[in-house]
Nanobody
């Protein structure tokens, strides 16, 4: 069993930056591909970024390319999402997820474990 816990959310002005962290426990994170998703009020959960268990094979949603960066530290069992140049439309609850498959995927249904989420609010 894998437990995921997100942290680092908060309120930031447009143009600002935040770094989200996901800490895993219960199993070694290096076995899993990791992803970040977000869900705004009234909208479906959407893919943000993903990283292969090896640290390579990063994927990003078009809406965040060039602004967000995903990274992982398998020794510390953590995954981070560095978010720069934040926009009001980035406001959402951000979720960390773990996927035990062989390839990095952008589909929420493919992920096996989820955190409870952290709120990110970007003011204009």
């Amino acid at each position: 069993q894998v437990q995921l816990a997100e942290s680092g959310g908060g309120l930031v002005q447009a143009g600002g930056s935040l770094t989200l962290s996901c800490t895993t426990s219960g199993s070694t994170v290096f076995r899993f591909n990791m992803g970040w998703f977000r869900q705004a009020p009234g909208k479906e959960r959407e893919f943000v970024a993903a990283i292969h268990w090896s640290g390579s094979g990063k994927k990003y949603a078009d809406s965040v390319k060039g602004r967000f960066a995903i990274s992982r530290d398998n020794d510390k069992n953590t995954v981070e999402l560095q978010m720069n140049s934040l926009k009001p439309e980035d406001t959402a609850v951000y979720y960390c997820a773990a996927d035990a498959s062989m390839i990095t995927t952008t589909t929420p249904g493919a992920y096996d474990y989820w955190g409870k989420g952290t709120q990110v609010t970007v003011s204009s």
